[in-house]
């Protein structure tokens, strides 16, 4: 007799979660024969699916996200995928129409153990056809997942199935390539990982990953203006933008491994605060213990992805981002003037008579948008959010916080809330006596006065008299 038995876990009491009978997969008498379709609801992260089973290992956490249960078949281990649309919540105040996976984007991570045999069945509920490449995995090339050229495309309303031998660990991906501009953009991607077989090799007490991705949404619209190259405006972990992306929480002494990959349209380097760490993967495997070098940022092009591990050994809120300044924004228009130095005082003064209420911003640099509460339009984010225990973190996009606290619990993953910094270990304003002007080299500009600029209307400015056509005038 076939053993079909499904692997719920622990996974199974979290919020949001939905099993979704065969019978409403596919209306075929043969669908009896497919492994349930679990759905999330919840964009926070669940907690991680621990082995029953086989091979033990540490199961990863996905931010924002969620591990795919499976059930075993004999010796095959079943996977089901439902390509579909979704809704996504970006942040708290902005949500997203995008296609994914089981209710996500990304989909829920899959994970495996090296040496398995997988099934995956892909069910197709998009309005157009799909596949799935297997981003990263050794395997039969017409189980490769490129449409037309190595199998038949799924066409909307059916399954296809997938199976191949998960021959190596490590970290790995999946994500359309039937297209693919439009499902890429859309957010059809997900993580895939293969543990050890040897549960001691290369074993960490918390393992995190998330993957990085990009829209390009208008404030008032739900969905990504596929055509976009480079001009994203919203920088996601996991579909998620700060203040909306899980925190990575681990205890004090954890040995930690963090994993990414970027679908993205271009590179990104991570940045990681107050630790050095070792990188330790890449998207061709895994790095000798002997050969792994030491960073504090650690750079991903398009297409790979990377492995970092360190001992959380000094308590605090780390923050983590990507170091493109602008990918720690959120809707950020790319046609905004720039005013640092304008005093605005006369244009503003015209610009109420036609707009009531118009505050001039922007001469003194960006930064008192992070507490200025203004008026949104419909379904966007404000450019920088988020609010921290000493006021405003001015960021947004890319960007969460490692809380590493002391006393946790193994298996506790919970938002411990703000550090508490012992007495004397914060900076503070200096109010002792007044300090002496500190002494300046002077450069060939010391001595110029400086110059403030005012908004002048085009229509009222002179016009210089520029005789026979001298210059650039017959250009």
Request: charged fraction near 20%; proline fraction near 8%.
């Amino acid at each position: 007799m076939t053993d079909t038995k499904v692997s719920r876990r622990s996974l199974l009491g979290g919020a949001g979660l939905a099993l979704a009978g065969s019978s409403m997969i596919s209306g075929r008498a043969q669908a009896a024969s497919l492994p349930e379709a679990p759905t999330m609801s919840e964009a926070t992260m669940q907690p991680p699916l621990y082995p029953k089973s086989g091979p033990d290992y540490q199961p990863v956490v996905t931010l924002n996200g969620w591990s795919l249960p499976w059930r075993m078949n004999g010796d095959w281990k079943e996977f089901h995928l439902v390509a579909e649309a979704v809704v996504r919540e970006l942040a708290p105040g902005m949500k997203a129409h995008l296609w994914g996976y089981n209710g996500q984007s990304p989909g829920p991570t899959i994970e495996g153990v090296e040496g398995d045999k997988v099934r995956i069945f892909v069910t197709n509920r998009l309005p157009e056809h799909t596949v799935v490449h297997w981003h990263g995995q050794l395997l039969p090339n017409g189980m490769d997942g490129v449409g037309g050229l190595t199998q038949p495309r799924i066409p909307p309303g059916k399954t296809f199935v997938y199976e191949f031998i998960l021959r190596k660990s490590g970290t790995f991906m999946y994500h359309p390539h039937s297209d693919e501009m439009v499902q890429m953009a859309m957010g059809m991607m997900g993580f895939f990982v293969v543990h050890p077989r040897d549960p001691a090799e290369r074993r960490v007490d918390r393992d995190f990953v998330f993957l990085l991705n990009a829209f390009d949404i208008e404030a008032g619209s739900y969905v990504p203006k596929i055509m976009t190259m480079l001009d994203f405006n919203l920088w996601c972990f996991n579909s998620r933008v700060f203040p909306g992306i899980d925190p990575i929480v681990a205890r004090q002494g954890d040995k930690v491994r963090i994993r990414f990959g970027n679908l993205t349209m271009t590179n990104h380097p991570i940045h990681m605060h107050g630790y050095d760490f070792k990188v330790t993967g890449t998207d061709g495997g895994w790095v000798d213990e002997k050969a792994a070098w030491p960073e504090v940022s650690v750079g991903v092009e398009v297409g790979q992805m990377r492995a970092f591990e360190f001992v959380a050994d000094v308590p605090g809120d780390w923050a983590i981002h990507c170091h493109k300044s602008h990918h720690t924004m959120n809707a950020m228009g790319h046609n905004v003037r720039t005013y640092i130095g304008v005093n605005m005082k006369h244009t503003a003064a015209g610009i109420r008579r036609i707009a009531p209420g118009y505050m001039p911003m922007g001469g003194s640099g960006m930064g008192e948008m992070g507490e200025m509460e203004m008026p949104l339009p419909e379904n966007t984010l404000p450019m920088m959010t988020g609010y921290g225990q000493f006021g405003p973190i001015e960021m947004g996009g890319m960007f969460t916080v490692v809380k590493v606290r002391p006393g946790l619990a193994a298996g506790d993953y919970k938002d411990p809330g703000w550090y508490k910094h012992p007495e004397g270990t914060v900076a503070y304003e200096w109010t002792g006596p007044k300090l002496a002007e500190a002494p300046r080299a002077k450069s060939p500009d010391s001595g110029v006065k400086a110059t403030e600029f005012r908004a002048v209307d085009p229509r009222k400015r002179a016009v210089r008299n520029v005789r026979n056509g001298g210059g650039h005038g017959n250009h």
